[in-house]
């Protein structure tokens, strides 16, 4: 059983950033694709980047595309989304999830962390 813990989220103004942390238990935690979704109030659950086991391929909504980037240190079992230029419509609480299948499908990924508010002010 894999647990991921978030942290990182806060009250930031429209252009600013910030750093969401993903940190990671279990068997195996660092041999599985990692994604960051979020879920705002009345939208849908919707995928924000991914990055593969090793860190070496990742995809990206076009959405955040040039402005989130995603990495992960398999050392330290920790997934980061470093989100830079924040806008009020990326204000949603933040998933970090694991799993093996699709890189963009929520139903694909098999472990959830709690999330975290990410709140951005204009």
């Known amino acids: 059983q894999v647990q991921l813990v978030e942290s990182g989220g806060g009250l930031v103004q429209a252009g600013g950033s910030l750093r969401l942390s993903c940190a990671a238990s279990g068997p195996s935690s660092s041999g599985y694709r990692m994604g960051w979704f979020r879920k705002a109030p009345g939208k849908e659950r919707e995928f924000v980047p991914a990055i593969s086991s090793l860190g070496r391929s990742s995809a990206y909504a076009d959405s955040v595309k040039g402005r989130f980037t995603i990495s992960r240190d398999n050392a330290k079992n920790t997934v980061y989304l470093q989100m830079n230029s924040l806008k009020p419509e990326d204000t949603a609480v933040y998933y970090c999830?694991?799993?093996?299948?699709?890189?963009?499908?929520?139903?694909?990924?098999?472990?959830w962390g709690q999330g975290t508010q990410v709140t951005v002010s204009s």
């Open positions: 999830a694991a799993g093996s299948g699709g890189w963009s499908t929520w139903l694909s990924y098999d472990y």
